[in-house]
């Protein structure tokens, strides 16, 4: 079954996901869907992503517990990106963290 909407994945059959709170706007975490992931996250209403490093689907929380819930999904202007707005049931960093975006760079962090 192919997706209805015209999603461009790149190359490796990768698209880019970002995963945003749904009700604080707060950017939770970044990971990448194939076809399959994406598929199952808009049938099953929890998500599903796929990792570069394992090659494979892994559904959000399948470890930790801590799913996140699809609250709607979103496609940007190009097609080329996926916005998941969603509640997650706990931190959604590996870390413990809640988002995956604790760690400001600054100017210090660039060496000459």
């Given amino acids: 079954m192919k997706l209805t909407k015209d999603i461009k994945f790149n190359e490796k059959g990768l698209i880019p996901a970002i995963a945003q709170d749904a009700d604080s706007g707060e950017v939770l975490m970044l990971a990448y869907m194939n076809e399959e992931a994406l598929r199952r996250t808009l049938t099953s209403g929890e998500a599903w992503f796929y990792s570069r490093s394992r090659q494979e689907l892994w ?3 399948e470890t930790s517990g ?4 699809v609250r709607s999904i979103w496609k940007d202007c ?3 990106t996926i916005l998941i707005k ?3 049931s706990g931190p959604v960093c590996h870390t ?4 995956c975006f604790f760690q400001e760079l600054t ?5 000459d």
């Fill in 59 to 61: 559904h959000k929380g």
């Fill in 66 to 69: 801590n799913i996140l819930k």
């Fill in 78 to 80: 190009d097609s080329d």
């Fill in 86 to 88: 969603g509640k997650a």
């Fill in 96 to 99: 413990g963290n809640d988002t």
């Fill in 107 to 111: 100017e210090k962090d660039v060496k």
